[in-house]
């Protein structure tokens, strides 16, 4: 493996990289704007610019100290060279360079959203000056809407490209460009144009400043304030990768988070945004038709319990349904399977239909043709997971297009149904069950099924509980709990957790570990990723 | 051998009256186009290697042998371009046009003969937007050739159709940096590229390209007619040949006259350009990039030494500007720097920034707001931008650098003195460190 000597430190790398993309990759700082790993090199904030001594071709003992600076973003990283990235002319040029990306920017940290996670502020702090000596006017640029989801202050850009790259090269669909030239040029939209495609704010997060804004989140929150757990679409089989950034039990906004198989470093819009249901229309009391004043979770368990054993004692095995939805963890089907076939084991396992919106969308660099996102058009996280369990457990398995006739023929006296964060089947769902007398319903808000309920109990949504989602290719992927439960609900798994009589409290590893035993080794390997809290204090000693 | 006469403006008249445009059939009865039928018949290789050894260096500022700039094209890699850099913007430079004006044919004749040297597919004259004029004569000239059988024809020897193009730029200073002219003849924005890789491996849609300067292409009939003996007969050991010299500013006659290179600056303002009006204060070599010679440089020689020699940063395009002692060298530089912050791409920060800064602080230098701090400032930040050598993409903040920091260096006090010292509350300071 070749090695180079970057300020001291060895950097190891693997294959053609970059002299930047290797430090990167070790961990070994330089500052960088205008680079990307996801998108080609332009070699223009001039920041990364560093010394370096490469080893003489004649003569690979000895080193050659190159006497320009060069861009570590764009000089192959070549076995045996040194780098100095802190040498008094890389110091001066990164002090210069910041210097020059201030003069025109506004300084108006207080009022910017980016302000606590702002290169030009880490840069500045690290690399720049105290204080300013340019006593001239500065260039004003107007904030610009450019989009369906993001806001431009043109005063604030640093001109670095990334977003304009990124509309080329990963969308593909060429929104944005610059415009005019020199310290007056701005980032906008084409004419007729606006940044309106299904992965446009993408472009907030590869914005190092704060130009690029989030209409949804802006002036909500100082991130700062903000812990971010990591977690998985719940909205997507394709299961990006994400961080759930929230405050006091508050969700304010989705990130995409790195992984470099399923969805590199981008996230589309509607995973972005589609966290409304956390906090929008929840169901908080457990309901019955005959109880107006409420139950106890003790109560609607009772209940629950007993439809079930009633139905079977009236009909026999096979005369109730469970309806998994495939928006619930791989640990809580596999518990409320359980329950199920422990209190009829010829109790029948059906799966709510996904949420389809059309085909794939996939989207390639229009220049190489190479493949750089794909949006999924089954929107359910964990569809894959629902029918491993399904076949896991076997035996009386209904069909979902069977299951009109089966209620309305009276074969089914009792039903459990685990419904969808999201109303997308309601409609069917509603007729379905029309004719069914005890029908009891686990969801998250109060419409849909849950009108027409025996017994409703409220559970909580994916953010507010740990466990597997499977996505569409097979990746088992674990998340951890963001925030917590809405106040009355409870997760799934705890449900049947308490159901089955289970000791101590709903845990999904120890679920994970049951199913191994049963026959699903692969769920006990499963670590979940720690989570991670961005508040990092800042040590005495750097102040 | 020395200089013995007009070489590459032989045709024209040096009476204005008497200077008309020279058509093909006048081209050809001055013994035009005999170089490209010369050629035809010899082996490719041989012109690159008389090319080379006539030691031509490009006319266009940067003064890179020519012959070796064509043995960077990778073997065997077609198609190949040729892409002719017309687009003269440098303040003070005139002389292609003027060239162009007059005698088309010797472009064109020397664009076919580096076709046929080096096998090239196509070539695309880019020309400066604002030379519509000049568009049109090419066009017309263009067309003549092509009749003739110049162009649109397989290269003797070879299966390559070699056809050319005029390409008419939309009017930006940095479209004459070689990428950015690539870049701008690709349809796109005309930032300048980052090298590797160098056009000569993949240049104009991402294939082998040579770019080179007009008088640089008019240079290679008289070559292929004459020899490399003659050609080096010329100017000095390392700037050989005729030069083109546009001559403007505080002089009697401007102009654009031929000479060999290395004349001395006093040579050719005395000789052709009629003499200085007034006193002489200061020159620019070459176009505002090169910086200026002072006063004591009168005598400089104009080659490709001169930046080593007398602290510019070279010969650049030779286009002369000459100053008097009347002259206000801070608005003069103003108005420089003004012309580097409206034509910075805006891709690089040092450059995008620190131009327009200059531009800025010299506003109210001239405004008469100066401070004594401002001289070390403007110092400051045209090194910081460009006497690094890379910490740009291209050469644009490098130009600019060198203009503040020459003018700063060889012309003090001109400066010095228009600036005030700050005052508080109207208490005057003495700046720190400041012996009274």
């Given at each position: 493996?070749?090695?180079?000597?970057?300020?001291?430190?060895?950097?190891?790398?693997?294959?053609?990289?970059?002299?930047?993309?290797?430090?990167?990759?070790?961990?070994?700082?330089?500052?960088?704007?205008?680079?990307?790993?996801?998108?080609?090199?332009?070699?223009?904030?001039?920041?990364?610019?560093?010394?370096?001594?490469?080893?003489?071709?004649?003569?690979?003992?000895?080193?050659?100290?190159?006497?320009?600076?060069?861009?570590?973003?764009?000089?192959?990283?070549?076995?045996?060279?040194?780098?100095?990235?802190?040498?008094?002319?890389?110091?001066?040029?990164?002090?210069?360079?910041?210097?020059?990306?201030?003069?025109?920017?506004?300084?108006?940290?207080?009022?910017?959203?980016?302000?606590?996670?702002?290169?030009?502020?880490?840069?500045?702090?690290?690399?720049?000056?105290?204080?300013?000596?340019?006593?001239?006017?500065?260039?004003?640029?107007?904030?610009?809407?450019?989009?369906?989801?993001?806001?431009?202050?043109?005063?604030?850009?640093?001109?670095?490209?990334?977003?304009?790259?990124?509309?080329?090269?990963?969308?593909?669909?060429?929104?944005?460009?610059?415009?005019?030239?020199?310290?007056?040029?701005?980032?906008?939209?084409?004419?007729?144009?606006?940044?309106?495609?299904p992965l446009s704010a993408n472009v907030i997060d590869i914005c190092p400043v704060g130009a690029l804004l989030d209409k949804d989140f802006l002036f909500t929150q100082r991130v700062w304030?903000?812990?971010?757990?990591?977690?998985?679409?719940?909205?997507?089989?394709?299961?990006?990768?994400?961080?759930?950034?929230?405050?006091?039990?508050?969700?304010?906004?989705?990130?995409?988070?790195?992984?470099?198989?399923?969805?590199?470093?981008?996230?589309?819009?509607?995973?972005?945004?589609?966290?409304?249901?956390?906090?929008?229309?929840?169901?908080?009391?457990?309901?019955?038709?005959?109880?107006?004043?409420?139950?106890?979770?003790?109560?609607?368990?009772?209940?629950?319990?007993?439809?079930?054993?009633?139905?079977?004692?009236?009909?026999?095995?096979?005369?109730?349904?469970?309806?998994?939805?495939?928006?619930?963890?791989?640990?809580?089907?596999?518990?409320?399977?359980?329950?199920?076939?422990?209190?009829?084991?010829?109790?029948?396992?059906?799966?709510?239909?996904?949420?389809?919106?059309?085909?794939?969308?996939?989207?390639?660099?229009?220049?190489?043709?190479?493949?750089?996102?794909?949006?999924?058009?089954?929107?359910?996280?964990?569809?894959l997971g629902a029918e491993n369990i399904r076949a896991h457990f076997g035996g009386n398995s209904l069909m979902f297009s069977y299951l009109s006739s089966k209620i309305s023929a009276g074969?089914?006296?009792?039903?459990?149904?685990?419904?969808?964060?999201?109303?997308?089947?309601?409609?069917?769902?509603?007729?379905?069950?029309?004719?069914?007398?005890?029908?009891?319903?686990?969801?998250?808000?109060?419409?849909?099924?849950?009108?027409?309920?025996?017994?409703?109990?409220?559970?909580?949504?994916?953010?507010?509980?740990?466990?597997?989602?499977?996505?569409?290719?097979?990746?088992?992927?674990?998340?951890?709990?963001?925030?917590?439960?809405?106040?009355?609900?409870?997760?799934?798994?705890?449900?049947?957790?308490?159901?089955?009589?289970?000791?101590?409290?709903?845990?999904?590893?120890?679920?994970?570990?049951?199913?191994?035993?049963?026959?699903?080794?692969?769920?006990?390997?499963?670590?979940?990723?720690?989570?991670?809290?961005?508040?990092?204090?800042?040590?005495?000693?750097?102040? | 051998?020395?200089?013995?006469?007009?070489?590459?403006?032989?045709?024209?008249?040096?009476?204005?009256?008497?200077?008309?445009?020279?058509?093909?059939?006048?081209?050809?009865?001055?013994?035009?186009?005999?170089?490209?039928?010369?050629?035809?018949?010899?082996?490719?290789?041989?012109?690159?290697?008389?090319?080379?050894?006539?030691?031509?260096?490009?006319?266009?500022?940067?003064?890179?042998?020519?012959?070796?700039?064509?043995?960077?094209?990778?073997?065997?890699?077609?198609?190949?371009?040729?892409?002719?850099?017309?687009?003269?913007?440098?303040?003070?430079?005139?002389?292609?046009?003027?060239?162009?004006?007059?005698?088309?044919?010797?472009?064109?004749?020397?664009?076919?003969?580096?076709?046929?040297?080096?096998?090239?597919?196509?070539?695309?004259?880019?020309?400066?937007?604002?030379?519509?004029?000049?568009?049109?004569?090419?066009?017309?000239?263009?067309?003549?050739?092509?009749?003739?059988?110049?162009?649109?024809?397989?290269?003797?020897?070879?299966?390559?159709?070699?056809?050319?193009?005029?390409?008419?730029?939309?009017?930006?200073?940095?479209?004459?940096?070689?990428?950015?002219?690539?870049?701008?003849?690709?349809?796109?924005?005309?930032?300048?590229?980052?090298?590797?890789?160098?056009?000569?491996?993949?240049?104009?849609?991402?294939?082998?390209?040579?770019?080179?300067?007009?008088?640089?292409?008019?240079?290679?009939?008289?070559?292929?007619?004459?020899?490399?003996?003659?050609?080096?007969?010329?100017?000095?050991?390392?700037?050989?040949?005729?030069?083109?010299?546009?001559?403007?500013?505080?002089?009697?006659?401007?102009g654009v006259y031929e000479d060999e290179l290395g004349i001395k600056m006093s040579t050719l303002i005395e000789k052709y350009a009629g003499g200085v009006k007034g006193k002489y204060r200061?020159?620019?070599?070459?176009?505002?990039?090169?910086?200026?010679?002072?006063?004591?440089?009168?005598?400089?020689?104009?080659?490709?030494?001169?930046?080593?020699?007398?602290?510019?940063?070279?010969?650049?395009?030779?286009?002369?500007?000459?100053?008097?002692?009347?002259?206000?060298?801070?608005?003069?530089?103003?108005?420089?720097?003004?012309?580097?912050?409206?034509?910075?791409?805006?891709?690089?920060?040092?450059?995008?920034?620190?131009?327009?800064?200059?531009?800025?602080?010299?506003?109210?230098?001239?405004?008469?707001?100066?401070?004594?701090?401002?001289?070390?400032?403007?110092?400051?930040?045209?090194?910081?931008?460009?006497?690094?050598?890379?910490?740009?993409?291209?050469?644009?903040?490098?130009?600019?650098?060198?203009?503040?920091?020459?003018?700063?260096?060889?012309?003090?006090?001109?400066?010095?003195?228009?600036?005030?010292?700050?005052?508080?509350?109207?208490?005057?300071?003495?700046?720190?460190?400041?012996?009274?």
């Open positions: 493996m070749p090695t180079m000597e970057v300020d001291g430190k060895q950097v190891a790398w693997e294959g053609r990289k970059m002299i930047l993309q290797a430090c990167n990759d070790a961990g070994v700082e330089l500052p960088q704007y205008c680079y990307h790993e996801g998108l080609s090199i332009v070699a223009s904030c001039r920041i990364c610019l560093v010394e370096i001594e490469s080893p003489d071709p004649k003569d690979p003992a000895k080193l050659v100290k190159v006497p320009k600076l060069v861009p570590s973003c764009q000089t192959p990283a070549v076995n045996g060279m040194k780098v100095h990235s802190k040498s008094p002319k890389a110091a001066a040029n990164q002090k210069a360079v910041m210097e020059f990306l201030l003069i025109n920017h506004p300084l108006d940290c207080p009022v910017c959203d980016q302000a606590g996670e702002c290169y030009l502020q880490d840069y500045s702090f690290k690399y720049g000056r105290a204080e300013s000596r340019f006593d001239e006017d500065k260039a004003k640029k107007p904030k610009k809407d450019i989009g369906k989801h993001v806001v431009l202050y043109s005063d604030r850009c640093i001109m670095c490209t990334r977003c304009v790259r990124f509309t080329r090269e990963i969308s593909g669909t060429g929104e944005l460009g610059v415009f005019g030239r020199g310290h007056k040029e701005q980032i906008d939209v084409f004419q007729g144009k606006s940044l309106d495609n304030f903000l812990k971010s757990t990591p977690s998985i679409s719940p909205f997507s089989s394709g299961g990006e990768n994400i961080f759930i950034e929230h405050n006091q039990g508050r969700i304010y906004r989705i990130k995409p988070r790195f992984n470099k198989d399923i969805n590199k470093w981008w996230i589309s819009d509607d995973i972005r945004y589609g966290w409304d249901f956390v906090h929008n229309n929840r169901l908080q009391t457990i309901s019955a038709a005959d109880a107006p004043e409420g139950l106890t979770w003790r109560q609607g368990l009772d209940r629950l319990e007993r439809s079930f054993k009633k139905a079977v004692a009236e009909k026999g095995h096979g005369s109730t349904l469970l309806m998994l939805s495939p928006f619930d963890t791989t640990e809580e089907m596999f518990l409320a399977a359980t329950w199920a076939r422990k209190m009829d084991p010829g109790c029948a396992l059906g799966l709510n239909l996904s949420k389809i919106d059309g085909q794939d969308q996939v989207f390639t660099n229009p220049t190489t043709g190479a493949v750089t996102y794909t949006i999924r058009a089954d929107k359910s996280p964990n569809r074969d089914i006296q009792a039903a459990l149904v685990c419904a969808d964060p999201i109303g997308h089947n309601d409609a069917d769902m509603s007729n379905y069950f029309q004719p069914l007398k005890n029908l009891t319903v686990l969801s998250s808000r109060p419409d849909g099924l849950v009108k027409q309920a025996s017994l409703s109990l409220p559970v909580c949504t994916w953010a507010e509980k740990a466990g597997v989602f499977e996505n569409c290719q097979g990746v088992i992927q674990p998340f951890v709990q963001a925030i917590q439960p809405l106040e009355g609900s409870r997760s799934t798994g705890s449900v049947f957790w308490e159901l089955l009589g289970l000791s101590g409290q709903y845990d999904p590893a120890a679920v994970r570990r049951m199913m191994a035993d049963a026959g699903k080794p692969q769920y006990g390997q499963v670590t979940p990723p720690a989570r991670q809290e961005k508040v990092e204090l800042m040590q005495f000693a750097e102040l | 051998m020395a200089f013995a006469g007009p070489v590459l403006l032989k045709r024209i008249p040096d009476d204005p009256a008497k200077r008309r445009l020279i058509r093909y059939s006048d081209y050809c009865a001055t013994g035009g186009y005999e170089a490209l039928k010369k050629s035809w018949t010899t082996p490719p290789e041989d012109i690159i290697k008389l090319v080379v050894e006539s030691g031509l260096r490009g006319r266009g500022g940067a003064g890179f042998p020519c012959g070796t700039k064509w043995t960077f094209l990778p073997k065997d890699l077609h198609p190949r371009y040729l892409a002719v850099n017309f687009d003269e913007s440098e303040p003070g430079t005139f002389k292609d046009r003027y060239l162009t004006d007059y005698d088309p044919h010797i472009l064109l004749e020397g664009i076919a003969i580096a076709a046929y040297a080096n096998r090239i597919t196509t070539s695309y004259i880019f020309i400066r937007g604002e030379y519509h004029h000049e568009a049109k004569i090419l066009e017309e000239a263009l067309e003549e050739a092509y009749a003739n059988g110049i162009f649109g024809k397989k290269l003797p020897g070879t299966d390559i159709v070699h056809n050319c193009y005029v390409h008419r730029g939309a009017g930006a200073y940095i479209c004459g940096e070689e990428t950015g002219l690539l870049e701008a003849l690709e349809g796109k924005r005309g930032w300048p590229r980052i090298k590797p890789p160098f056009p000569a491996v993949a240049g104009a849609f991402a294939k082998p390209t040579i770019i080179n300067n007009v008088e640089t292409l008019a240079c290679l009939p008289d070559i292929v007619l004459k020899g490399a003996a003659w050609f080096k007969g010329m100017g000095t050991p390392s700037s050989a040949g005729p030069k083109l010299y546009g001559i403007s500013g505080h002089i009697h006659k401007p200061a020159a620019i070599p070459g176009g505002v990039s090169m910086g200026i010679l002072g006063t004591d440089q009168w005598d400089a020689e104009l080659d490709f030494d001169i930046g080593r020699k007398y602290n510019v940063l070279g010969l650049g395009t030779a286009g002369v500007i000459v100053m008097n002692d009347t002259t206000d060298l801070v608005l003069m530089l103003r108005n420089i720097v003004r012309f580097f912050a409206y034509e910075s791409c805006g891709q690089c920060t040092p450059c995008r920034e620190g131009t327009a800064w200059m531009h800025k602080m010299l506003n109210r230098i001239v405004a008469g707001f100066g401070r004594p701090r401002d001289f070390d400032m403007l110092m400051e930040v045209g090194l910081s931008m460009g006497s690094m050598p890379g910490t740009t993409i291209c050469g644009l903040a490098d130009g600019a650098n060198w203009a503040v920091k020459t003018f700063l260096q060889k012309f003090p006090d001109d400066f010095k003195s228009r600036l005030k010292p700050e005052q508080v509350r109207g208490v005057t300071l003495t700046p720190a460190g400041a012996t009274v």
